[in-house]
């Protein structure tokens, strides 16, 4: 039986220390970070980190992120290359970065996919560090859902997903970002974003003129094993199927218009996201408003649940606006292009 903790008000120490010992034992604890909630296992523990693929159905080429809670746990985990890890961290830690580094023997092949690098990050999120600094190990830790289905963001979502699979269920309520966390590689001589995230690309150029993003993010043509989490396998996808119409504010609108009568006449339940701007366009008891389209962090962060009511609501074909955004948007827009399968309609 999965046992849940209530964390939303405040934490209970008593509580939280028998979450921990559970973690050092080799169980399973989902836990809230300010991204996501994360389902952790001893990263040190080959066989506690085998519980994740297996309650996730997650694929063993899928590398998992290390929680830690302090700068000696990064050091025990993984080789320090040069003076940029310690500068981003310095400005971006505790937060929703993830650095892939050379990873030290300590942490078994199964957390990095046989690679010889891993994702370390150090949460924001108070129960997530108080959590880990009990635990005294890392804490290996992906999404608390079924793979490929939308990220939880709220404890109910990953009680839907994985309740009686886990351990333990930290309730800490609503994470304040929603999106992942970015993830950056400086295993190598060039600075690569591998994931698009809760950090920005702006901000991450501020600190690192020369970063760049792998291309690749955003055309879903990862074949190799994949650095990072998110980059291979499609992800955050609901029920329905989903279509993305992309262009200009009054050409989306006619199109999606187009596209909903023409399944509706079919005979199909269609649902509608779109945003704070656009939806008096729209008629339909299937709407969902994402957010402003002029506030890309109230979008993130409503994404996920988003599709997880269309998913409750049971429609069909789920169709969703996108226009030309600025690079704080592509985070938002990788998520939407995997929910999607990539299936795409540009209008000019």
Request: charged share 25%.
């Amino acid at each position: 039986m999965t046992m849940i903790i209530d964390a939303k008000e405040k934490i209970d120490y008593n509580e939280l220390s028998k979450a921990a010992q559970i973690l050092r034992d080799g169980g399973l604890v989902a836990f809230p970070t300010e991204t996501v909630y994360g389902l952790g296992a001893n990263a040190l523990l080959r066989e506690a980190v085998d519980k994740i693929f297996v309650a996730k159905g997650r694929p063993q080429d899928n590398p998992l992120i290390v929680h830690i809670s302090s700068i000696e746990m990064l050091e025990m985990c993984a080789e320090i290359p040069d003076k940029r890890v310690y500068k981003l961290i310095e400005r971006l830690w505790p937060g929703p970065l993830t650095i892939v580094l050379p990873k030290k023997e300590c942490i078994p092949d199964n957390v990095t996919a046989g690679l010889d690098t891993v994702g370390i990050r150090m949460p924001s999120n108070k129960i997530a560090l108080e959590l880990i600094k009990l635990a005294g190990v890392p804490v290996a830790a992906p999404s608390a859902n079924v793979s490929g289905k939308p990220s939880p963001t709220e404890a109910q979502h990953v009680i839907e997903d994985l309740f009686g699979k886990v351990d333990v269920i930290i309730d800490g309520g609503k994470c304040s970002f929603g999106l992942e966390s970015t993830v950056i590689d400086l295993s190598t001589s060039k600075p690569y974003i591998l994931r698009l995230g809760a950090v920005p690309f702006s901000i991450l150029k501020e600190i690192l003129e020369d970063i760049e993003y792998d291309p690749s993010i955003l055309a879903g043509n990862i074949l190799s094993v994949p650095k990072a989490p998110g980059m291979k396998y499609k992800h955050y996808a609901p029920d329905a199927k989903m279509i993305v119409v992309k262009g200009k504010i009054h050409k989306r609108i006619e199109k999606m218009k187009e596209i909903k009568k023409d399944l509706e006449t079919n005979g199909h339940k269609v649902g509608i996201l779109c945003f704070y701007e656009t939806a008096q366009n729209f008629e339909s008891q299937y709407k969902i408003i994402l957010g402003s389209m002029f506030d890309y962090k109230e979008c993130g962060k409503n994404l996920f649940s988003a599709l997880r009511r269309f998913n409750h609501l049971g429609v069909d074909y789920i169709i969703c606006e996108w226009g030309e955004f600025g690079i704080e948007y592509l985070a938002l827009e990788n998520r939407l292009l995997k929910a999607s399968a990539y299936n795409v309609i540009e209008v000019l």
